[in-house]
């Protein structure tokens, strides 16, 4: 699979360099010069194919889709015993724990209850799995490259210290970005939990769960602002669209669009994956990294996130509200119809026919769960998710060679991502 024959080509690639000293733009210090050439490729991509969240097997007739679920893992991940292990999380540790408090920092406001309810889900033990920083964080280390001259070593550390701090803001000010989206898809949803715990709009009310999450964007926005770079502004003010545009297109989805698997993977993009991608590209640009460069890390984060959305729509059924932090069947339970549903219409078009009675009635939800567990739903979605990896994976093959052994491990810890995403179960 790709994903390992990167791993195995990155892992043989070894030299020792001091972290954070050589590694500069290739252009003019941050470079604010215009990569329209990336953007326009991105914007030609932005069709995609995608997904969205999953659900929990109540049937005596489903029981046994679990063990169907571990052996349809193994036919598609190659073995992964013989490659070293590395934890992606480990390498950049050290950072998130600044992130944290500086993110604790940042979300403080005047009126008590708003700071209260800014701060809900950036507590220390609530923080989440810190999953896109971390991507964040490892993408600045691999894709920073060699200065090309070379310079006296203070000038040369407080460039790369100056390169890496605004580096490190993308990943605020995506984490702001993603709990904020977070605040509002729970209200919406009328959720009452999220990370374990008693979501915001359950402990404090709607009113105060939505003023907190626009004073989330609104911090996210000042922080993008103090980085001075417009095309990095524009990619993540496209962001916020991308979040209001795939919420808009989930709650006012005619029939025909319900069971449509392209418009699904649409708005997955928008609501998942468009995120993590223009974060990813985001950090390409502020290195100073070329079109091309940046377009591979645009679709390293398109595919990796559209992967792991996937296999959210797999343990939304096969998971536990306990695993998972929250309820499991949600999706279905409100109405909306996620990949493994999609798979399954295809193999049982009588289905449609449940999918357009609604799911108000819970013996419609019975109905649906027994045609998906007779169905190849839940493998024809992990197979999906997989093929979604693999493009990830490719993405950071195709970088360009470098043989520091920093830059080495960076790249590594992202196709360890693939892997961890695929095979997570929670």
Known sequence: MLIYRGLSRISRISKKT?????????????????????AAAADSSVKVLGCREAYSWSLPALHGIRHQIHHQSSSVI?????????DPFSLVADELSILAKRLRSMVVAEVPKLASAAEYFFKMGVEGKRFRPTVLLLMATALNVRVPEPLHDGVEDALATELRTRQQCIAEITEMIHVASLLHDDVLDDADTRRGIGSLNFVMGNKLAVLAGDFLLSRACVALASLKNTEVVTLLATVVEHLVTGETMQMTTSSDQRC???YYMQKTYYKTASLISNSCKAIALLAGQTAEVA??????????????Q???DVLDFTGTSASLGKGSLSD????????????AMEEFPQLRTVVEQGFEDSSNVDIALE?????????KTRELAVKHANLA???????PENNDEDVTKSRRALLDLTHRVITRNK
């Open 18 to 38: 001091p972290f954070g000293r050589r590694w500069l733009p290739s252009h003019p210090l941050l470079s604010g010069a215009s990569h329209s050439a990336a």
């Open 78 to 86: 190659e073995d992964t015993d013989s490659q070293e292990q590395l």
């Open 260 to 262: 449509s698997m392209d």
């Open 295 to 308: 377009i591979l890390a645009f679709d390293y984060g398109k595919n990796l996130g559209l992967a792991y």
């Open 310 to 312: 996937l296999i959210d």
């Open 332 to 343: 279905i339970r409100h109405g909306i119809i996620t990949a493994p549903i999609l798979f």
């Open 371 to 379: 045609y998906l567990g007779k169905s190849r739903g839940i493998q």
């Open 393 to 399: 994976a490719a993405a950071i093959d195709s970088l």
